[in-house]
Every structure is written in C-alpha cells, then in structure tokens.
C-alpha cells in the first residue's frame, strides 16, 4: 500500500540550530502539506503545494521556516534556528489532485524537540 | 474567522459503551465535513460529510452532518479498546482545511 514517507521520525536538537525534515508523498499526488502539531492541539497548516508551487503558506514565520518542493514530488521543510517554542510534530500529507474524496494521506511524523 | 470546535475535550467510557462525539464549525466556502482518527502517529481518515442528514457509516462508527445547525457528530457503538485515540474533525473551506483541537478517547477494558 502505497504510504507518505517522512524523515527522521525523532529529531532532538538544542535552540539556534538548524533542523531539516523530508517527505515523499503517495505517487502521482500532486498536493502537498506540510502541518505542525503541538501536543493537545489538532493540525496547523503551515504550507500547501500543488505540484511545484506554493499555494498556502500564509501561517509559515517566514523569518524561520523554509520549504521547497522543486521537482513537484518531495519536499524538505527547514527550520534555522529553532527555538524552543517549535517543539511538536511536523506532519507531512498529500492527496489527489482534485481530492473529491476529501482524503488526505499523513506520513508517520517527524517529532521535533528543541532544548 | 473560520473556526471549528469539539466536544467534549476528553472522554473515558468502559469498554462496550456508545459514545458520540461533536463537532461545531463555522467555516466559508464551506464545502465537507471530515473526520479523522489519530494513535499515537498520523491521523488516518475516517469520514467525508457533504450532504445534511446522511449517515455515512463504517462498522461501528458512523456519522452525520447538520448543514442548517453547522455541526457534524461521530458515533462509536459497542467501544473497543482499539478505539482509544484522538479524533480530529476538520471544515474544508475551498479545499483548505480547518481542524479542531480534537476529542481524546480513552476506552478502559
């Protein structure tokens, strides 16, 4: 069956650092999200693409956070530096392009600790 | 502001009881209604909700929508331990998606 890979799973890393993550979506999924889920809460959303190109990252602190998507299939999102706030799991999910059936498929996470 | 709220927070129930859980949202453009189960990793889909007053249903769970009252509800009969999870409900505003806190389940055996 066919998954959304995502790396590290764990990721543990002192503040003023830099931090990478990576995902490869489901095959032939052309829209791509990046969330960030701080424990307790549900998904927030902090970039959305449709193939190559940005379509929503309106909620990304620009200042910090960077992602990219260069060839329209995986994706690395970036943090430098982190700060202690960032703490939480970073989900990737991707879906169809027209995603008539609403479904989005997640990764496993990548858990990000910042000390 | 687009916004989607659940209740209740948290619930525990013995194993073999009904729960129902809610889902409030105000969300524009709106156009479904989804529900979403989370263990301890990714969130797996569970339910898309479009139309008023059809029950989609799957094994023990099932849901509904209420267009005119904005809110949606996900029943769990017969609760397994199995079922222990977060469940995330999610307004789909023109394709972006707006997601509640969620509902975390615990089923004691």
């Known amino acids: 069956e066919a998954e959304v890979a995502q790396s590290p799973r764990y990721k543990i890393t002192e503040k003023s650092q830099a931090v990478a993550f990576w995902c490869d979506p489901i095959?032939?999924?052309?829209?791509l999200y990046w969330y960030r889920q701080i424990l307790g809460q549900g998904p927030e959303l902090l970039v959305q693409f449709q193939d190559e190109s940005v379509v929503d990252d309106s909620q990304l602190p620009k200042d910090r956070f960077s992602a990219e998507r260069l060839k329209g299939v995986d994706s690395t999102l970036k943090i430098q530096p982190a700060e202690l706030g960032d703490s939480a799991m970073y989900l990737c999910?991707?879906?169809?392009?027209?995603?008539?059936?609403?479904?989005?498929?997640f990764g496993e996470g990548s858990r990000l600790t910042v000390l | 502001e687009d916004k989607v709220v659940q209740s209740p927070l948290s619930l525990v129930v013995h194993e073999g009881d009904t729960v129902t859980l809610n889902c409030s949202y105000e969300v524009t453009n709106f156009r479904s209604l989804l529900w979403y189960k989370q263990e301890k990793k990714a969130p797996t889909f569970l339910f898309m909700l479009?139309?008023s007053g059809i029950e989609k249903k799957s094994g023990r769970l099932s849901s509904i929508l209420d267009k005119k009252e904005l809110f949606s509800i996900l029943n769990i009969t017969a609760t397994q331990t199995g079922d222990s999870a977060v469940y995330l409900c999610?307004?789909?505003?023109?394709?972006?998606?707006?997601w509640g806190a969620g509902t975390k389940l615990i089923i004691k055996p």
């Open positions: 479009t139309s």
């Open positions: 095959s032939g999924h052309a829209t």
């Open positions: 999610a307004g789909d505003s023109n394709y972006q998606l707006i």
């Open positions: 999910a991707s879906s169809q392009p027209s995603r008539d059936t609403g479904e989005l498929f």
